[in-house]
């Protein structure tokens, strides 16, 4: 088990047939995920495709994420919480001079996984719109969106099984109002027909 501390981000590869468990070590704290191909980073990761094949704009246990090339990237094996949000965008410098009205740094999941996954030739502008673990946002009829306290708790986790070579950008995200105003951890295993346990 790997920890991302509080406000940070990690890189990492995942092969086919292994499996990747993000847990919620304290309760009410979101991870961003982003994928990559990882033999051609030009494909990733699409909420978009994911959204209209899965049919759903709740994406969990038993859906697979698709990639801009229309292939599936990963399976959902298990969701304990079972929220998970595909709609918004990685938290960047702008959310917080834009929705926080904060002059001043601040640290953003955008920064954490462009910075992280760089090693990777991956930059900023390759980013997509992550699949954001344990996030919860609710809808009302009329489209209005509200990003509300997670409804994880301490110990729940989402089990992925990657569908191909990835390469993964994993956050514990930034901003205040998607983990009830309090940062914390999260924790990660990669569990695999190679590696055991890494
Ligand atoms: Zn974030």
Redesign the pocket.
Known sequence: MKVIEKQTGVAFELKEGQMLKVTDPHGEQ?S?MVLFNAHDIREKISSGKTLDFEESILISTGNFLWSNRSRKMMEIIEDTNGRNDFLLA??SPETFRIMYQNPHYHP??FENLYTNLSGYGIEPDDIPTAFNIFMNVQFSPNGKLSVEPPQSKAGDFVLFEAKMDLIVGL?A???ED?NNGSFKPIHFEIIGSNEEHV
């Open positions: 979101v961003d990685p938290c953003s999941c956050t995200c930034s901003a998607s």
